[in-house]
């Protein structure tokens, strides 16, 4: 029996386009995590951006043989998912201003820091990162956590690379800050 | 702090879908298909007897200018007829694949 782990995305694509939905999931098990990162990193909401997952994999479902097999599936996915992503936010602009969202999303553990186990830890790095400007989050997840390069994420986000660049500073500058008004010194336990 | 160390920690970050996220996500997926497939089946049988209709009456248009007392078309009285017939199926037969298509389309 073939293992799941060794069939590559494309193997999966051309098997989801002959009809196997079962291939679909094994397609979303394994991007998904990443892609509900990269959409948090934008609408700083872990619920919206739930949401906004689950509407982009339906479209990649229905749109996936127009998928040409040019680029990486993850960063025609991920592009999807950015695009998505900023057009629930300019919808949700309006109504519920993005600071709201960060405090409404993780506040509540905020005070229990002398506990830095592996969840602990994912928490208040998530925190850091929730207090950073959307797009540098974004930057900093694309470059570090899905380890593209600054012309790949400029294809996803469209942004310039001298903005990305400029963003990658800033992001590492202001985590780094983030953190260490969190955490003080029990930032070494995250290293 | 380092880059490594940077990196190390948004490795860390990554979030977690709910448990029931893929089977929530696979169900609207097959609703969302079923509605898709429901709209063209019920939209493919009115379409297919409209251009049916719609190719005979053309036919019979064409056929009765073709007359030998019919002024408009009087040039293509002189026409045969086989060839008008055969133009006619061959639309006909065009129009009915190209429904054939859609429909498997969709319902994929």
């Known amino acids: 029996m073939t293992n799941s782990a ?4 494309n193997d999966l694509i051309r098997k989801v386009i002959e009809g196997d939905t079962h291939a679909f999931k094994l397609l979303v098990q394994r991007h998904k995590d990443v892609s509900l990162s990269l959409a948090f990193s934008i609408l700083k909401d872990r619920s919206v951006a739930q949401d906004v997952l689950q509407e982009v994999f339906i479209k990649v479902f229905h749109k996936l043989e127009t998928f040409r097999f040019k680029s990486a599936f993850s960063t025609w996915l991920y592009r999807i998912v950015v695009n998505t992503s900023y057009n629930e936010l300019k919808r949700h602009r309006g109504t519920t201003s993005m600071h709201e969202y960060a405090t409404e999303s993780l506040s509540p553990i905020v005070e229990e820091r002398d506990l830095l186990k592996e969840k602990d830890q994912k928490h ?29 994420i400029a294809e996803i986000t469209k942004f310039k690379p001298p903005k990305i660049k400029v963003d990658l500073h800033r992001g590492r500058e202001n985590l780094n ?7 003080g010194e029990d930032i070494k336990h995250l290293l | 702090m380092k880059e490594e160390h940077i990196k190390k920690i948004i490795k860390k970050s990554t979030i977690e879908t709910s448990d029931h996220f893929v089977e929530d996500l696979m169900t609207a997926i097959e609703s969302t298909s079923e509605v898709r497939h429901a709209s063209v089946r019920r939209y493919f049988k009115p379409v297919l007897v409209s251009c049916m209709v719609l190719v005979a009456g ?30 006619v199926l061959l639309v006909l037969l065009y129009s009915l694949n190209s429904l054939i298509k859609l429909n498997s389309a969709v319902a994929r």
Request: with cysteine; glycine share 4%; proline share 3%.
């Open chain 1, 6 to 9: 060794q069939i590559t995305d």
């Open chain 1, 177 to 183: 800050f983030q953190l260490r008004q969190l955490l």
């Open chain 1, 124 to 152: 208040f790095i998530n925190l850091a990162l929730l207090r950073l400007r959307a797009d540098e989050a974004l930057v900093l997840r694309l470059f570090y956590l899905c380890e593209l390069s600054i012309k790949e």
């Open chain 2, 58 to 87: 053309l036919s019979f248009l064409l056929l009765k200018s073709l007359g030998p007392d019919l002024g408009v078309f009087s040039d293509w009285a002189g026409a045969q007829r086989t060839p008008v017939f055969v133009a």
